[in-house]
């Protein structure tokens, strides 16, 4: 990827809806902060109601679900990617648009939103049998070609100090050993959670906040959202961080920097 600047700067966010986030924060979030490449999730659109907005990207890529206004992914960026992937290889988790791919010359860019296991955890086994080592293997196929950065809501909370009540909810969806499980197996193939890279002692450092009990104004939430890169982009990362005092919605948006190639 091609950059005047000496880092390459990322956003990634989950917007629980783009149209109902526009009219909150996200267009003057955009312009403000002007990332070179931002990847949304949860945008929940469907084909007529993509915007028709480029939000000042020469480069865009919406990945919607079959089912209308449901899940859904988004790429924006300011370089021409190489390529552009929609899923999993092999016709693997097709319908709900939840993994976008783009190929630039010095790394892969995935964006994805992750399958919530559910109150019921209906879902967990899904998580557990089938997407978690799917993801997995599509990212270590990619690695063997280039490095690769990984962002998006991943419906998890690696470890107790990513959220504020680990004890009570050792059995909740996205805290629960299994979806742990899923995440450590692909960090121990190589890859860094960015976030606890530089800042691994850190509490209090959240993406996420239910809308019950004014738990974000209390900061009783999950770090769900990140980004994760192969362990060749070690020496690159400039910085990692959160953004909680950005609203619009339940999740806020989360950001990588790394040195340009």
């Not at 999730?41 to 079959?66: C, M, S, T, W």
């Not at 691994?200 to 974000?216: D, L």
């Not at 939430?221 to 890169?229: A, E, L, M, Q, T």
Request: net charge negative; aromatic share 10%.
């Amino acid at each position: 990827m091609s950059n005047k600047n000496p880092t390459i700067e990322m956003i990634s966010w989950n917007v629980n809806g783009l149209r109902a986030c526009r009219k909150k924060t996200f267009d003057e979030f955009v312009a403000k902060k002007n990332p070179d490449l931002l990847c949304l999730q949860e945008v929940k659109l469907n084909q007529d109601v993509i915007p028709d907005d480029d939000f000042g990207y020469a480069f865009r890529h919406y990945h919607l679900a079959e089912k209308k206004g449901y899940s859904g992914t988004a790429i924006f960026s300011k370089a021409k990617p190489l390529s552009i992937r929609e899923d999993l290889p092999d016709g693997r988790h097709v319908g709900e648009g939840r993994t976008i791919t783009f190929e630039f010359e010095g790394f892969f860019l995935v964006n994805v939103y992750v399958p919530n296991s559910k109150g019921d955890l209906s879902r967990l086994p899904h998580r557990y049998d089938s997407w978690d080592p799917d993801l997995k293997d599509y990212l270590l196929d990619l690695r063997q070609l280039k490095p690769v950065v990984l962002c998006g809501d991943l419906n998890v909370a690696h470890r107790e100090i990513d959220l504020a009540n680990p004890k009570t909810n050792r059995k909740s969806a996205g805290f629960t050993d299994e979806e742990r499980e899923g995440l450590s197996n692909l960090l121990a193939e190589g890859f860094i959670d960015t976030f606890r890279h530089l800042h691994p002692e850190e509490t209090g450092a959240y993406s996420w906040w239910s809308y019950r009990a004014g738990a974000r104004a209390r900061n009783v939430g999950w770090r769900i959202d990140y980004f994760v890169v192969s362990d060749d982009l070690a020496t690159s990362i400039r910085d990692a961080y959160i953004m909680p005092e950005i609203e619009g919605s339940d999740h806020c948006p989360v950001g990588l920097s790394i040195a340009s190639a």
